[in-house]
């Protein structure tokens, strides 16, 4: 079982920067590919970016690309999202999300899911 919760949300305006983090309980941390993901009001949600456990293959939307950087503290059980050059458009709630290494897509299929952290980018 693994527990998530992310902090760092909030308002900010347009072309700032905002690093989200996400704390996840247990020691199998290292062994977990991590993402995260965003849901809009009146939106599905959609994925954002995703690290794997290993070597740090990371993959990103297209709409972050550039953009956002997603990295890993495994010493800290931690998952981080840097997003630079915010636009209103990536107002969302943020999530993050972990999967059992070799268990379907980092585009998709997770089995733990924090309770997300609510960013508003104001023009």
């Known amino acids: 079982q693994v527990q998530l919760a992310e902090s760092g949300g909030g308002l900010v305006q347009a072309g700032d920067s905002l690093r989200l983090a996400c704390a996840a309980s247990?020691?199998?941390?290292?062994?977990?590919?991590m993402g995260w993901f965003r849901q809009a009001p009146g939106k599905e949600r959609e994925f954002v970016a995703a690290?794997?456990?290993?070597?740090?293959?990371?993959y990103y939307g297209d709409f972050a690309k550039g953009r956002f950087t997603i990295s890993r503290d495994n010493a800290k059980n931690t998952v981080y999202l840097q997003m630079n050059s915010l636009k209103r458009e990536d107002t969302a709630v943020y999530y993050c999300a972990a999967k059992a290494r070799y268990s379907g897509s980092v585009y998709s299929t997770y089995d733990y899911w924090g309770q997300g952290t609510q960013v508003t980018v104001s023009s």
């Open positions: 247990g020691r199998m941390f290292s062994t977990y590919d």
């Open positions: 690290i794997r456990w290993n070597i740090g293959t990371t």
